[in-house]
Nanobody
Framework: QVQVVESGGGLVQAGGSLRLSCTASGRFNNINAMGWHRQAPGKQRELVAVITSGGNTNYADSVKGRFTISIDNSKVTVYLQMNSLKPDDTAVYYC??????????WGQGTQVTVSS
């Protein structure tokens, strides 16, 4: 089974930046896409950004222009560069990997807290 591990979360002041990383490891033929979701207290989990192995991206409207997702296929690692952070960005961020065309693995989550 594929293991997905996130890192890079932490505390930052509003207007600051963080870079999240997520690495997938294990047995798989190929990674189709990787992405990030987040869940704030009392709210449903929502899509933040996703990227295919070919480099196509999709972002939530709330983060467009501030967040950038990228992927390093050789390292099987996806990054989320978060700039101009707002208190509303505070959430647990979860990494997801779609592999072998139809399987999904999720990480344990990393906490991002933005203070005002």
């Amino acid at each position: 089974q594929v293991q997905v591990v996130e890192s890079g979360g932490g505390l930052v002041q509003a207007g600051g930046s963080l870079r999240l990383s997520c690495t997938a490891s294990g047995r798989f033929n190929n990674i189709n896409a990787m992405g990030w979701h987040r869940q704030a207290p009392g709210k449903q989990r929502e899509l933040v950004a996703v990227i295919t192995s070919g480099g196509n991206t999709n972002y939530a409207d709330s983060v467009k222009g501030r967040f950038t997702i990228s992927i390093d296929n050789s390292k099987v690692t996806v990054y989320l560069q978060m700039n101009s952070l707002k208190p509303d960005d505070t959430a647990v961020y979860y990494c997801n990997a779609r592999y072998n065309n139809y399987r999904d693995s999720w990480g344990q989550g990393t906490q991002v807290t933005v203070s005002s």
